[in-house]
């Protein structure tokens, strides 16, 4: 059977990873598993920018990814790709790994009071739509599907932690096909 596994990379509050688990196995009704914490890959901080390199990350989660399944990697590291200067998340598009960065949807990030609530919402979306472009789903044009792309934080928090009629069905079947079932 086809597992999520989600793995922290470094020092990550455990509570992050406990409630995107559990909310994943419910809204994907699939199995999901904790793996070994990840230390964080040598050489990613951009010492000039204080990010990390996202592809670095990813390249470490291919490493350590189930051969069946999907892997989902959480870190507290503002990320970036050279095109980019910063990400909440990246994935693989119809590939194994995914990855979410919580340091931009943190409000202590921006200056403001924390709020455990809000990010953990902003977790759970973030978590969903990184493994939609691993299910080989792309950017939706409903602003309120999971899958909608989010450059900032307005866009994360108008959408919702769920996929779309579209995008679900399609999320549905390519999870299927992992566990070898026919939908």
Same mark, same amino acid.
């Given at each position: 059977m086809a597992v999520i596994t989600v793995v922290r990379f470094g020092m990550l509050d455990a509570r992050i990873e406990s409630e995107v688990m559990g909310f994943l196995a419910r809204t994907l009704d699939c199995e999901v598993q904790s793996g070994p914490v990840l230390p964080e890959p040598a050489g990613a901080l951009d010492e000039r920018r204080q990010q990390w390199m996202a592809i670095d990350f990813l390249k470490a989660l291919v490493a350590a990814a189930p051969a069946r399944g999907r892997i989902l990697g959480l870190t507290?590291? !503002? #990320? $970036?790709?050279?095109?980019?200067?910063?990400?909440?998340? *990246?994935?693989?598009?119809?590939?194994?790994?995914?990855? +979410?960065?919580?340091?931009? #949807? =943190? *409000? &202590?990030? $921006?200056?403001?009071?924390? !709020?455990?609530?809000?990010?953990?919402?902003?977790? =759970?979306?973030?978590?969903? /739509? &990184?493994?939609? /472009?691993?299910?080989?789903? +792309? /950017?939706?044009?409903?602003?309120?599907?999971?899958?909608?792309?989010?450059?900032?934080?307005? *866009? +994360? !928090?108008?959408?919702? !932690?769920? $996929? @779309?009629?579209? @995008?679900?069905?399609?999320?549905?079947? =390519?999870?299927?096909a992992l566990n070898g079932e026919t939908k």
């Amino acid at each position: 059977m086809a597992v999520i596994t989600v793995v922290r990379f470094g020092m990550l509050d455990a509570r992050i990873e406990s409630e995107v688990m559990g909310f994943l196995a419910r809204t994907l009704d699939c199995e999901v598993q904790s793996g070994p914490v990840l230390p964080e890959p040598a050489g990613a901080l951009d010492e000039r920018r204080q990010q990390w390199m996202a592809i670095d990350f990813l390249k470490a989660l291919v490493a350590a990814a189930p051969a069946r399944g999907r892997i989902l990697g959480l870190t507290g590291r !503002d #990320l $970036y790709i050279p095109m980019l200067s910063f990400l909440f998340g *990246q994935a693989q598009l119809d590939g194994a790994a995914a990855l +979410v960065s919580v340091a931009r #949807l =943190r *409000q &202590e990030f $921006y200056g403001l009071p924390g !709020d455990d609530g809000l990010l953990l919402t902003r977790a =759970r979306k973030e978590a969903l /739509h &990184e493994l939609g /472009h691993t299910f080989g789903l +792309v /950017h939706c044009p409903d602003p309120g599907c999971a899958m909608s792309l989010s450059t900032n934080l307005p *866009q +994360v !928090d108008f959408k919702r !932690d769920a $996929y @779309c009629t579209n @995008c679900g069905g399609t999320a549905r079947a =390519r999870l299927a096909a992992l566990n070898g079932e026919t939908k």
